[in-house]
């Protein structure tokens, strides 16, 4: 089955500086990533995804890369702000897609 | 539409007592899942359903059932509640396969004395 890992477990960074969060997959059939932004007490939402066809995604601040090769991809967020404060889950699917393996998860922490 | 519904938001059992967690969806979603969620260990599968009739077993299944007779609804059994069953349980639904967006309920709030 697929084997996700998230790096770093936490992460602090000033306010208005770029966060980077990496997950690496263990599929090479993995063909969608996305990512998930659970703030204190809530349920996890999903902020962006990226398909195997691309190698990078944006929305506003936030961008997805993939490295197919390398199997990993990572989160981007730029110019942070303190309501970027919260956790971010990566996922994989597997078993036919029929499967989403999360990684552990990164508390993001912005210090105004 | 409601979206994902999940019930009760908060739960506390003694060991070895039984319950089912309620989780219901609204958006005619084929695909359900049961997550569990601990501190550092992330959102772990317990069971997923692709359909009605059809259930299968996650990543850490022991200790828990589910049924799936509805498109709608897809409950959790407890069977012999546990201390090392207290979590946060959320439910989630999708449209279809994995690269469809994955939407999840409020989540429940289980401790098990």
């Known amino acids: 089955g697929e084997n996700v890992e998230q790096h770093p477990s936490t992460l602090s960074v000033q306010e208005g500086d770029s966060a980077v969060i990496k997950c690496t997959y263990s599929?090479?059939?993995?063909?969608?990533f996305p990512w998930y932004k659970q703030e204190l007490g809530k349920r996890p939402q999903l902020i962006i995804d990226i398909r195997s066809n691309v190698g990078e995604k944006k929305d506003q601040r936030i961008a997805v890369t993939l490295n197919k090769t390398a199997k990993h991809f990572s989160l981007h967020i730029t110019e942070t702000q303190p309501e970027d404060s919260a956790v971010y889950f990566c996922?994989?699917?597997?078993?036919?897609?029929?499967?989403?393996?999360f990684g552990t998860g990164t508390r993001l922490t912005i210090i105004p | 539409n409601a979206g994902v519904t999940q019930t009760p938001k908060f739960q506390v059992l003694k060991t070895g007592q039984s319950m089912t967690l309620q989780c219901a969806q609204d958006m005619n979603h084929e695909y359900m899942s049961w997550y569990r969620q601990d501190p550092g260990m992330g959102l772990r599968l317990i069971h997923y359903?692709?359909?009605?009739?059809?259930?299968d077993q996650g990543e850490v299944p022991n200790g828990y059932n589910v049924s799936r007779s509805t498109t709608e609804d897809f409950p959790l059994r407890l069977l012999s509640a546990a201390p090392s069953q207290t979590s946060v349980y959320f439910c989630?639904?999708?449209?279809?396969?994995?690269?469809?967006?994955?939407?999840f309920g409020a989540g429940t709030r289980l401790s098990v004395l």
């Open positions: 599929d090479s059939a993995s063909n969608y």
């Open positions: 989630a639904s999708r449209l279809g396969e994995a690269k469809n967006i994955q939407y």
């Open positions: 996922a994989a699917p597997n078993f036919g897609n029929e499967k989403l393996t």
């Open positions: 359903s692709v359909g009605a009739g059809i259930t």
